[in-house]
């Protein structure tokens, strides 16, 4: 099976996963159409902002995956179903953390969410590999993955900083300003370009998806 329709399902999954969020944005005060009223909502903008990028990066590391692979196995499309599902829990953890102000809780959850989708999104390269063979045209692209294996102790780190340090209200949580920063660490991180699979598709261009079926 070509990955045509997965990429196709994929790519409409995610595009409603940003509907959703957008869809959820706590808008400023009707009554207070002024600065003071916007300056209100940038918070749950930021939110936003933080779980959009996230989806971004997903989606545009998903694109580059799949121009590696020829061929679609019953095991890839269960484990892209997986990555799937963990990304659609983000318009409800970011909504609950926006809500509550930060509170440990669903601090913590958004956490585990991010967690769990970097752990999905690590099985379904590894699916792929496994599925290629040794040869494997992914495997020699993303080489030895310092991003994918490192990026799961920013979001253990943040979650056991809210933890221990994010009990009270208003300014004095350290653990969730370390939280919320060890979480957009590994956003800002993953938004430098990795040219890592580009690179290979650009000088094999032999390498590409018509060459492994």
């Known amino acids: 099976m070509r990955t045509s329709r997965l990429e196709a399902f994929s790519d409409g999954v995610l595009a409603i996963i940003i ?5 959820e ?3 400023p005060d009707a009554h207070r159409a002024d600065l003071t009223a916007l300056g209100q909502a940038v918070p749950s903008l930021l939110t936003y902002l933080l779980s959009f ?9 998903h694109h580059h995956m799949f121009q590696l692979t020829g061929r679609v196995t019953g095991a890839i499309l269960w484990a892209n179903l997986a990555l799937l599902f963990c990304l659609s829990l983000f318009p ?6 926006d809500a ?6 669903p601090v913590v959850t958004y956490g585990v969410n991010l967690l769990a989708a970097g752990v999905a999104y690590w099985i379904l390269q590894a699916v792929i590999i496994a599925s290629q063979g040794p040869d494997s045209t ?20 943040g979650a056991v900083a809210a933890i221990l340090g994010g009990a009270g209200t208003g300014l004095d949580r350290p653990g969730i300003w370390v939280a919320v920063g060890c979480y957009v660490a590994v956003a800002a991180w993953w938004i430098i370009p990795d040219r890592r699979i580009e690179t290979v598709i650009v000088s094999r261009p032999a390498a590409t998806k018509e060459d492994e079926n």
Do not use: C
């Open 19 to 23: 509907t959703v969020m957008v869809l």
């Open 25 to 27: 944005l706590r808008e």
């Open 53 to 61: 990028v996230y989806v971004g990066i997903y989606w545009t590391n």
């Open 92 to 97: 409800f953890t970011t909504q609950w953390m």
């Open 100 to 105: 509550s102000h930060f509170q440990r809780t």
């Open 138 to 157: 992914l495997r020699k692209a993303i080489g030895r993955d310092l991003k994918g294996k490192l990026s799961p102790i920013g979001y253990i780190v």
